[in-house]
């Protein structure tokens, strides 16, 4: 098959669910941009959520921020709702792939995934959240399996710069690569950056319920994963240390990025019997005055998040406890404008010819992605390419549906050259 394609019963490629969401209208915004390059014209498209009149306006907006009035009569609004079975049913028998924009998706997420895998519709979705993706994994892969259906999770900012840079990086080294190191760095302008306060949320609920991310895992029963080489070093016991590599102050990345390339990694060793590649993420934050801010927001964000009073007073708050990094508002244009990404990737391994099992790595690689602001610019154009891989590529992905990290599903296809060529690029560069 070349192409996933659409039927009289299941009229629309993409159905971008939560379109009228603060990550959503952006999404709406990039598929319309996307739609419009020329080959992907008969892309047929619809957005979907609650409100039929929230939905409209988000069109109007995305139909005036692009000078495309057609917007206006071309794309349908389909009315579904978490909260209602049957509306999520039938939204998804209409949709080769549904873009889930709607979170948190430890409450929202999993009856849009039980309906995509009942229905016979594809789900993707850009959580950051390890408990969901993994949980998702746990519940619904095999039944997934059975239906044909791809569950593609992480699919914005978290995590598909870190699961395919490090694929890359992979790729780039002539030799065995068993690890990497990958360090996070932001770029804004003179207004500054924030972050819309649903990522503070998921933040803030997911520290709550780290218990249950364990417990979740042992249901997995996994081995531990095969160390080729030498093991990787934590950097250091305390969490914040000055790092040679960027230059500045650094912290261990706590987002999703870890848990999934692990998962990516397990997987290709599992099925594909690949090396796996040890995985460490850190991220800068530059000078001390930051991280006296930093220091600071963590010590009440961690006393505050063990009760339930300290996480409404942070959820009530968002811009007072993150010294403005989050808010209700969100970033503006100008912000967004401004704002961009660098992954430094600093991997090791064993060149052509060296055996993994004796001696130190003697080969070092550096590669970089890099691209624009990572939550609303960055996540539409990762989750839009991985969309369309998705959608042009079926006989690139792993044999069986399932559910899949992005690295997992992609590995085969062309999604990093697709990603380069719409403005978050792979390159290879020397090791610092």
Same mark, same amino acid.
């Given at each position: 098959?070349?192409?996933?394609?659409?039927?009289?019963?299941? $009229?629309? !490629?993409?159905?971008?669910?939560?379109?009228? &969401?603060?990550?959503? #209208?952006?999404?709406?915004?990039?598929?319309?941009?996307?739609?419009?390059? &020329?080959?992907?014209? %008969?892309?047929?498209?619809?957005?979907?959520?609650?409100?039929?009149?929230?939905?409209?306006?988000?069109?109007?907006?995305?139909?005036?921020?692009?000078?495309?009035?057609? *917007?206006?009569? =071309?794309?349908?609004?389909?009315?579904?709702?978490?909260?209602?079975?049957?509306?999520?049913?039938?939204?998804?028998?209409?949709?080769?792939?549904?873009?889930?924009?709607?979170? /948190?998706?430890?409450?929202?997420?999993?009856?849009?995934?039980?309906?995509?895998?009942?229905?016979?519709?594809? !789900?993707?979705?850009?959580? &950051?959240?390890?408990?969901?993706?993994?949980?998702?994994? @746990?519940?619904?892969?095999?039944?997934?399996?059975?239906?044909?259906?791809?569950?593609?999770?992480?699919?914005?900012?978290?995590?598909?710069?870190?699961?395919?840079?490090?694929?890359?990086?992979?790729?780039?080294?002539?030799?065995?690569?068993?690890?990497?190191?990958?360090?996070?760095?932001?770029? %804004?302008?003179?207004?500054?950056?924030?972050?819309?306060?649903?990522?503070?949320?998921?933040?803030?609920? &997911?520290?709550?319920?780290?218990?249950?991310?364990?417990? @979740?895992?042992?249901?997995?029963? !996994?081995? /531990?994963?095969?160390?080729?080489?030498?093991? *990787?070093?934590?950097?250091?016991?305390?969490?914040?240390?000055?790092?040679?590599?960027?230059?500045?102050?650094?912290?261990?990345?706590?987002?999703?990025?870890?848990?999934?390339?692990?998962?990516?990694?397990?997987? @290709?060793?599992?099925?594909?019997?690949?090396?796996?590649? #040890?995985?460490?993420?850190?991220?800068?934050?530059?000078?001390?005055?930051?991280?006296?801010?930093?220091?600071?927001?963590?010590?009440?964000?961690?006393?505050?998040?063990?009760?339930?009073?300290?996480?409404?007073?942070?959820?009530?708050? /968002?811009?007072?406890?993150?010294?403005?990094?989050?808010?209700?508002?969100?970033? %503006?244009?100008?912000? *967004?404008?401004?704002?961009?990404?660098?992954?430094?990737?600093?991997? =090791?391994?064993?060149?052509?010819?060296?055996?993994?099992?004796?001696?130190?790595?003697?080969?070092?690689?550096?590669?970089?992605?890099?691209?624009?602001?990572?939550?609303?610019?960055?996540?539409?154009?990762?989750?839009?390419?991985?969309?369309? %891989? *998705?959608?042009?590529?079926?006989?690139?992905? $792993?044999?069986?549906?399932?559910?899949?990290? /992005?690295?997992?599903?992609?590995?085969?296809?062309?999604?990093?050259?697709? @990603?380069?060529?719409?403005?978050?690029?792979?390159?290879?560069?020397?090791?610092?």
């Amino acid at each position: 098959m070349a192409r996933f394609e659409t039927t009289s019963s299941r $009229p629309y !490629h993409l159905v971008i669910f939560g379109a009228s &969401g603060f990550t959503g #209208q952006f999404v709406v915004e990039e598929v319309a941009r996307t739609v419009s390059e &020329g080959p992907q014209g %008969t892309l047929k498209w619809a957005v979907a959520g609650r409100s039929k009149q929230k939905l409209e306006k988000v069109v109007e907006q995305a139909a005036g921020v692009l000078g495309k009035p057609e *917007l206006r009569s =071309e794309v349908d609004i389909i009315v579904a709702d978490v909260a209602e079975p049957d509306s999520l049913a039938s939204m998804c028998k209409q949709a080769v792939i549904v873009l889930n924009c709607v979170g /948190p998706y430890r409450f929202f997420g999993e009856p849009v995934v039980k309906a995509c895998v009942e229905n016979g519709a594809h !789900h993707m979705d850009i959580s &950051g959240e390890p408990q969901f993706l993994e949980g998702m994994q @746990l519940n619904y892969n095999s039944q997934a399996a059975e239906k044909g259906v791809y569950v593609i999770g992480s699919c914005g900012f978290d995590s598909i710069p870190a699961d395919m840079g490090v694929l890359y990086t992979r790729d780039q080294f002539k030799g065995v690569l068993t690890a990497v190191e990958s360090f996070l760095t932001i770029q %804004t302008g003179s207004e500054g950056a924030c972050v819309h306060d649903g990522t503070w949320q998921s933040a803030i609920y &997911g520290f709550a319920n780290s218990q249950h991310l364990q417990s @979740l895992r042992r249901k997995f029963n !996994h081995k /531990p994963l095969p160390t080729a080489g030498a093991k *990787l070093k934590r950097r250091y016991w305390v969490p914040l240390f000055f790092s040679n590599e960027i230059q500045q102050y650094a912290v261990p990345f706590i987002g999703s990025d870890p848990s999934v390339v692990k998962r990516t990694q397990r997987y @290709l060793a599992e099925e594909h019997q690949a090396t796996p590649v #040890q995985y460490g993420a850190y991220a800068g934050f530059g000078g001390i005055g930051n991280i006296i801010k930093l220091m600071f927001a963590g010590m009440m964000f961690w006393f505050l998040v063990k009760f339930s009073f300290g996480r409404n007073l942070l959820i009530k708050y /968002p811009e007072f406890f993150s010294f403005g990094l989050f808010t209700k508002a969100g970033p %503006t244009r100008k912000q *967004l404008e401004d704002s961009s990404f660098q992954f430094a990737f600093y991997g =090791e391994g064993y060149t052509d010819g060296q055996d993994p099992s004796q001696g130190k790595p003697d080969g070092k690689i550096r590669t970089l992605v890099q691209g624009p602001e990572v939550g609303y610019v960055a996540t539409p154009i990762a989750m839009v390419q991985a969309a369309l %891989t *998705l959608l042009n590529e079926p006989s690139a992905l $792993p044999k069986t549906g399932g559910v899949y990290t /992005p690295g997992a599903a992609f590995a085969k296809t062309t999604l990093i050259d697709r @990603l380069n060529k719409h403005g978050i690029q792979f390159s290879l560069s020397r090791p610092k």
